[in-house]
């Protein structure tokens, strides 16, 4: 079992940035594959970002391409998303999660681990 703990979230402006971390304890980390998702108010969970076990492979959503980065650190058990130049469009809550399989997914329903999520706040 993995437990997942995000942190990092807060209130920006406009055309900053926010770092968010996820520490996992539990079984092996670097047996996981991590997606970052988020959940704005009335909308469905929607994909950021994934990065491979490794952290050789990354994939984004077109939407934060260019601006978000996901990185890992397999000894410290800790995934990161860098966010810059952050839109209002970006408020949510944050997510991240942990899946098993070989492959790097977009679909939450591949994701069996979770963590609580991060308030995001981009203020215009």
């Known amino acids: 079992q993995v437990q997942l703990v995000e942190s990092g979230g807060g209130l920006v402006q406009a055309g900053g940035s926010l770092k968010l971390s996820c520490a996992a304890s539990?079984?092996?980390?670097?047996?996981?594959?991590m997606g970052w998702f988020r959940q704005a108010p009335g909308k469905e969970r929607a994909f950021v970002g994934t990065i491979s076990r490794s952290g050789s492979y990354t994939d984004y959503a077109d939407s934060v391409k260019g601006r978000f980065t996901i990185s890992r650190d397999n000894a410290k058990n800790t995934v990161w998303l860098q966010m810059n130049s952050l839109k209002p469009e970006d408020t949510a809550v944050y997510y991240c999660a942990a899946e098993s399989s070989l492959l790097t997914s977009r679909n939450p329903a591949a994701y069996f681990y979770w963590g609580q999520g991060t308030q995001v706040t981009v203020s215009s």
């Open positions: 539990g079984r092996t980390f670097s047996s996981y594959a």
